[in-house]
């Protein structure tokens, strides 16, 4: 008999509760019903937004028109050092800089440092891949320490969780070959899908039941069309010699879980310095949940303390 994967008592909870309300499947909603939907499950089950000195939405030039960005900061003025980009999750389809507010606000606390996010065009209104090129365009553009910024950008942290998670690796990939004004010093991608998560071990284990669902990665990658031959889309097909110092953080519990360990796998094989955590007994999103399961805190606190231990070695 194959013992039950490990589930933290609060997890178990808040997936018996989501289990207990029920309603359609992501996959079987309306577009705009699963970005509604989105957004309400983040309202809920996220610790709130922190009060911060800076909070101002502002945009950057794109391929194709305005980027959309929110800078977040502890402080209303900074001496030169690193800034933070970060690109959110929802599988290039339902997330928004509103999805993860909470969560960008916790992170520029804890990290004391200027952290911009990126509201990235979405699929499937603009597929593959034009997500990718926004958040390369805005990362250039946070490099060059624009004067709407009023911050001297020494070097650049890249960050993201699930399909933001492959944005920061694929950036680092490319900025990485084309260099931007300064360098990308760490790169932090949360739960990300580097490589195709079908027909991995984790995605058959954990296909219902885990927040994250078998139907609704392949809900996301019918919209998003990623090419499979492509390192954009898939980014464990590119060059990890260069990557930059690197967090991977996966959870245990997650269908893309093995995506995750593929790439720090990759980082390793390719002598790059990497720290990986797997967080055991949670989900995906686990870092959009610290509420609803309290104990999840702790582990964005780890990632935190990792991130500043890699910055220390840079």
Sequence with gaps: MTESPYTRPDMKAFLDALAAVGGPALADMTLEEARQSYVALHAMADRPARDLAVIRDLTCPGP?????????????????GPLITFYHGGGFVIGDLE????????????????????????APEHPFPAAIEDCEAATRWVASSPAELDRKATGIISMGDSAGGNATIVVGQVLGASPADVPIVLQV??????????????????????????????FFDAAYQADRTDPRGFPILGDHSNAPPTVVATASLDPIRDSGRDYAKALVEARRDVVYLEMQGVTHSFTNIRAAVPSTQSDLERIIGAMTLMLGSV
Aim: glycine share 4%; hydrophobic share 40%.
């Design 64 to 80: 194709a028109g305005d980027i959309p960005l929110r800078l977040y900061d502890a402080r209303e003025s900074r001496d030169p």
């Design 99 to 122: 999805t993860h507010h909470n969560l960008c606000t916790e992170i520029a606390a804890l990290m004391d440092l200027p952290l911009i996010a990126v509201d990235y065009r979405r």
């Design 189 to 218: 991608p949360i739960f990300p899908l580097a490589s195709n998560a079908i027909g991995s071990d984790s995605l058959e284990t954990f296909a219902e039941g885990h927040v994250l669902t078998k139907a609704a990665i392949e």
